[in-house]
């Protein structure tokens, strides 16, 4: 297994991942699955653009030869500075319970160090225990934070955040 970053030529694995993970989980994810399907080619090129510019956000891929095992993206918080979040987090069930998303995890972690962040931070589905056990054994604790995971959503998700550098 190894990670890789997201080719700005790739806006149609990124269209089949993300509808894969919505598919998939739906319960997991904000957007639906047929709100996303609709989009036009021209949303996949521009979000495929959003992850593969240098300096912006990024989509990492964990691969075992051709086949594309998970993703999780790595985003600039616009709304905090030196903050980062993990976003879009999903393995392939078929992947599951092998490191794959751990080793996500990390490549994010470690992509948000690279760029300096103070902060990672993610929102996690409260009820999910898998995800909400693998975010803490990275360090990631409860902020206190929660929300509706969608407008008229019954599913609550819970904010999370590891600390990156220690300021003295």
Same mark, same amino acid.
């Given at each position: 297994m190894?990670?890789?970053?997201?080719q700005p030529h790739e806006s149609s694995l990124l269209r089949e991942l993300r509808l894969s993970a919505l598919r998939n989980a739906?319960?997991?994810?904000?957007?639906?699955?047929? &709100?996303? +399907?609709? $989009?036009?080619s021209s949303y996949w090129e521009e979000l495929t653009l959003s992850v593969?510019?240098?300096?912006?956000?990024v989509l990492l891929l964990a691969c075992e030869g051709d086949q594309a095992a998970g993703s999780a993206f790595g985003l600039v918080d616009q709304s905090q500075v030196r903050t980062g979040r993990v976003?879009?987090?999903?393995? &392939?069930? +078929?992947? $599951?319970?092998?490191?794959?998303g751990q080793a996500l995890l990390q490549g994010v972690i470690d992509w948000a160090r690279e760029r300096g962040f103070e902060c990672l931070k993610l929102w996690c589905v409260a009820d999910d225990l898998a995800?909400?056990?693998?975010?803490?054994?990275a360090g990631f604790k409860e902020t206190g934070s929660q929300q509706q995971l969608s407008e008229g959503s019954a599913i609550r998700v819970v904010e999370m955040e590891l600390p990156l550098f220690v300021s003295e």
């Open positions: 190894r990670l890789r970053k997201l739906p319960g997991s994810f904000r957007d639906t699955y047929a &709100d996303i +399907a609709a $989009r036009p593969t510019q240098p300096g912006r956000n976003g879009g987090m999903w393995v &392939d069930p +078929a992947w $599951r319970r092998q490191g794959v995800s909400g056990s693998l975010y803490r054994k």
